[in-house]
């Protein structure tokens, strides 16, 4: 992995990219499906954020309500709603909604000290909304049995990711 460092962050990160792929591994390709499996997802169209530390002032949400405090975070304060996955302190990775800030990193409403890694996809406000109406949930890669499977058999849909050009949120490299 070439653009992992060596860096306590770099290591978190492949970390995650280590036991996603093992996850991702588990799950056999099946005919009609791009991916086989949400990690298989985020593994080809994530992207990486910098954790920070969250800003003082700012009311964490609930405990294991990450897709809604972020959802309500992100509209709250204007920031971009991301899902994925986590390394927190236990050192696994974990299904995970964060928001980021115009400048890349991390703001998590949910986790009261900052993550190690964040790989994930930023989906547009429009798309959420959408997604939302449509399905009745804040979730979007994690309740896919209600979409019929549609982001695992199909490409991303055009409108999906918000546009994020961002220091630091390079994508995964894809050397296995």
Do not use: K
């Not at 390394?87 to 949910?110: K, L, Q």
């Amino acid at each position: 992995m070439t653009d992992i460092d060596a860096s306590p962050l770099g290591l978190h990160q492949a970390n995650l990219i280590r036991l996603l792929r093992a996850m991702a591994d588990a799950y056999p390709s099946q005919p009609g499906r791009r991916h086989a499996s949400v990690e298989a997802l985020v593994l080809e169209h994530g992207r990486w954020f910098a954790p920070a530390p969250f800003p003082p002032g700012r009311p964490l949400g609930r405990p294991q309500r990450c897709y809604g405090n972020a959802t309500l975070h992100s509209e709250t304060y204007g920031l971009v709603y991301v899902e994925g996955f986590a390394i927190h302190t236990s050192g696994f990775p974990a299904a995970h909604a964060w928001c980021v800030r115009p400048d890349g990193t991390v703001e998590d409403p949910t986790w009261d000290t900052d993550g190690h890694a964040y790989l994930g996809l930023p989906f547009a406000a429009d798309y959420l909304r959408d997604h939302e109406t449509r399905f009745g949930t804040h979730t979007v890669l994690f309740d896919q049995h209600r979409t019929g499977w549609d982001l695992l058999t199909r490409d991303l849909p055009a409108n999906a990711l918000a546009p994020i050009e961002l220091p630091g949120t390079a994508a995964v490299p894809n050397d296995r």
